[in-house]
Structures are given as C-alpha cells and as structure tokens.
C-alpha cells in the first residue's frame, strides 16, 4: 500500500501546484495583523491559484528573505504599516539582493501611512520618485468617486490599462473603472529603460499635500501623467518589482464597490485588476523560454530551411569563412501554467547577430515551423571573410516580457590549402594562365627549331 499512499501524495502535489513559472513561495508582510481580513480576497485568490501564502509582521524575530544563502521565498508582497522602519531583514540591500536571486516583489503604499526609509531608498535605488511629504496624494476634479470622495476628491475612477502596445494589452486589459483612493503618485527616471508605467493619471490629476491647507498648489510634485498609479521594473535577469500607489485598491472594500463617476453609476474591477497585476509579477504570464537552439552548416547556398531537413544534434565548433549557415531556435511563452507558442507582434522580430566584437550580421529571425508548444525561428545566412572567435546571440527584451540572451560560441578559420578553388576555375585567371602556356610553346618552339635547324657545311677546297 506504500506505493499507493505515494501516488496519492503526488497527485495532491500536483493539484497544489502554484501556477507560476518560478514558485509558489510567498511571504506577505503586514505589521498589523488585525488587517489581514481587509485583504483577504486577495490572499484567498492567490491561495486559490496554489500559493503557499505565509503572512508576516517585519518585526517577527525569525522573518528572513533568505535561508542558508538561497532565497527562502519566491515572491514578497510588502502592504503598507505604521513604522517608519521595517527592521534589519528588510532593508533595502535585502531587497535588492532578493531581486538579484530572481525573486518578485509587489510594494503597495498609501498616503495614510508613513512610507518607511528602506522602502524610500529601495524606491530611490530603482529610480521610482516619490512625494518627500508625508501624506501627499493624488487628487483629480474631475475623474473621482462623487459618492466616497464627494469633497475630496481623492478616489480616482481610472479606466483599465488598454494602451494601444501590444505588449501591455495581453497582460492588463479589462472592462470596467479602476478605484484607485488615497493613491501615492510616483515618477519613473528617465534613465532606465528597465522601468515602464502600467496606470497613468489622467491630465487632470495632480500630487497634493493636505498639510498646506491651501486652495491653490502653487508647486506640485508632479501633474497628469507624468503622475504613475501603478509601475513596473524588470531587471536585467528578468526578476520583476511593482509598486502599487494606493494599497486599498488590494482591499475587499474596492474589489467589486459601487461607485459614481460624472453622475453616472460603475462597478470597480479592482479584482480583476489585482489578478492581473500578481500574474505578471508572480511570472504567470509574460514569460519566455528558450528550447532547442541549433546551428549547422547549410547544404547548398540560399537552401530554403525547413522543419523536415535533417539536423545534426551536436553544433559544430568551427565554421569556415564564405561558409552557409543555417540557425534555429525554437522559442516558447508560458501562460499560467503551460507553454505555448511565441510569435512577436506584427511591427516586431526577433533578431540573430553574428558578432565577434560588433556585428558582422544582423538578420531577422522568421517563423519556419511550429511544435506543440513552442515557435521555431530560423535564418541561414554566409559568414564573413574574416577569421576569428565569433558567437551565435540572439538578445531579444522586450517591456513585460522576460528577457532572452542566448550565446553560442564559435571559430571560423581561413581556407584549409585543398579547399582553394583551382586556377582554371577563376575566368579572371585564364588570361595568366594563356600567357604561360603561350610561353612554354614558344619555348619549345624556338628548341625544337634551334635543334633541327643544323648549320649549312662550307665547302673548303683542296689543294695541291
């Protein structure tokens, strides 16, 4: 019976399986505990999807983001509390190397709480900017909750993300409005292209500090869109941040609010919304993978690839120069919990470089076949006249998609002695090969005239 106790604990593995491509670890750190009920929808849904959710205060003695040197967790969600600091396990270098070791991490802030000084430095070291006075929020006059926020008008009604990118539709669009109260509006640096904005504010919208008790904002931290409500970073090894600026959004009370825009009754889709957030973070969606890559010398120049010709397995090491080659890559995307094929956008491609230093080749990559779970790319292309160490790369980043990197490395060599072509198979040679036959004839012409041509004898006379 031992064999069917193991087959059963198994299958409950398998059904407890988290959806995301990195792991199903996630610490949730609330300070107050009695809070925890106002997010349980969120945590119910994340529990739903196969998390194994633990809930922790940052003043919790045994609280870590790593064990034995290896990340502990898989993934942070950081709510907001009332102390400016978080303690000795979560500073900011904590964070940053939990972001180093692929870890995800979500920040949700609000203007009611003070944000705390690791949490401001992390935001600094990411390039995220945000309002220096405590309780600063997003106000807007024209885009607000006129039932929660009649007078205040600090609960924006936003509409779902649907920019007209690609990129972003396929992993935050929806129906319905946003509520999005008490928000804490951020700036991205325009340094990084790392960041990218998921929730604007409207133009209307500006950053408002309620201690200046004034009618008139003279300087404002930032207006309209510069303002983001909600941001995104996905570093270099493809680990993914999000801030949220209003931590209510995540609350029971907005997932499904009746609210009142312009006069006119809406439902928020906060769950919905929120659901999209933590896939992408969690790396549910948006992640690619690379299968087989393959690269072989191509029989026959301009030979048309296809998925039928017989590919050797093993790469070879060493190509010639003037030599064709032919390149594959079979490429897979992962939504929620199985692969599928990837195709880029219709205005996008893929792209191989064949480098030593720089480019020598930039060739676009096309769609050549396709397995049940993955797209295979493909190219054949001549290498240079040129010697050297070169490599196989195939760098593709894209915003909201992780990110591919794949190198193989190479040597391509000179002409081996025997594989020159011969002389008389050069037409510009056969003018200097002409000019040398039509000197050893007339050579051997001029001997064989030399040789056969004896001198006349002279008649001597005799005499007596």
């Given at each position: 019976?031992?064999?069917?106790f ?23 750190i ?12 969120l ?10 959710t ?6 919790a003695?045994?609280?870590s ?12 969600i ?27 991490v ?21 390039d ?60 991205l ?21 309620p ?15 510069q303002?983001?409500?909600v ?17 209510e ?10 609210a009142?825009?312009?006069?006119k009754?809406v ?20 992640v ?25 397995e ?8 003037k ?9 897979s995307?992962?939504?929620s ?34 397995t ?5 790319f493909?190219?054949s292309?001549?290498t240079?006249?040129?010697?050297g ?6 760098n593709?980043?894209r915003?909201?998609?992780t ?5 193989r490395?190479?040597?391509v060599?000179?002409?081996?002695h ?30 064989a ?16």
């Amino acid at each position: 019976m031992r064999w069917l106790f193991s087959f059963l604990a198994l299958v409950l593995l398998g059904v407890a399986q988290a959806k995301s491509f990195s792991g199903s670890r996630l610490l949730v750190i609330l300070e107050e505990q009695s809070e925890k009920e106002k997010y349980s929808a969120l945590l119910g849904d994340l529990n739903d999807r196969g998390y194994q959710t633990t809930v922790e205060s940052p003043k919790a003695d045994k609280l870590s983001l790593f064990k034995h040197g290896e990340r502990a967790y898989d993934h942070v969600i950081l709510l907001p509390g009332k102390s400016k600091g978080l303690g000795p396990a979560l500073t900011a270098n904590q964070f940053l190397d939990f972001m180093k070791s692929e870890g995800n991490v979500i920040v949700a802030l609000s203007s009611s709480n003070t944000i705390p000084s690791s949490v401001q430095s992390l935001l600094l070291e990411l390039d995220i900017h945000t309002p220096t006075d405590k309780g600063a929020l997003v106000v807007d006059h024209f885009n607000y909750d006129s039932v929660s926020a009649a007078d205040k008008h600090d609960v924006l009604l936003l509409p779902f993300p649907n920019p007209p990118r690609r990129d972003v539709r396929n992993f935050f669009a929806g129906e319905g409005v946003l509520a999005a109260p008490r928000t804490v509006g951020q700036v991205l640096g325009n340094n990084s292209p790392l960041l990218a904005p998921i929730l604007r504010a409207p133009s209307t919208a500006y950053s408002y500090s309620p201690k200046e008790e004034a009618d008139i904002v003279e300087d404002p931290f930032a207006t309209g869109e510069q303002l983001t409500i909600v941001s995104s970073l996905q570093s270099h090894n493809s680990a993914r941040f999000t801030v949220i600026g209003s931590a209510e959004m995540l609350q029971n009370e907005w997932f499904l609010a009746d609210a009142k825009l312009n006069g006119k009754a809406v439902k928020t889709a906060n769950r919905e919304f929120a659901k999209q957030i933590t896939e992408w973070t969690f790396k549910e969606t948006g992640v690619l993978k690379v299968g087989k890559l393959l690269h072989y010398q191509n029989e026959g120049q301009n030979k048309k690839l296809n998925t039928s010709t017989a590919i050797p397995e093993n790469n070879p090491t060493i190509y010639r120069i003037k030599e064709d080659v032919a390149f594959q890559v079979e490429i897979s995307e992962y939504k929620s919990d199985h692969l599928v094929p990837f195709f880029p956008a219709s205005d996008d491609t893929i792209q191989l470089e064949f480098s030593m230093l720089s480019p020598f080749h930039r060739l676009n990559l096309s769609p050549i076949g396709q397995t049940a779970n993955s797209t295979i790319f493909g190219v054949s292309f001549k290498t240079p006249d040129q010697h050297g160490i070169f490599n196989f790369r195939v760098n593709y980043r894209r915003p909201f998609l992780t990110n591919i990197d794949e190198k193989r490395q190479v040597t391509v060599r000179h002409f081996a002695h025997d594989e020159w072509p011969r002389s008389w198979q050069i037409n510009g040679a056969w003018p200097w090969i002409g000019g040398i036959w039509v000197t050893v004839g007339g050579f051997v012409a001029f001997v064989a005239v030399w040789l056969y041509s004896a001198p006349t004898e002279k008649s001597t006379k005799k005499t007596q």
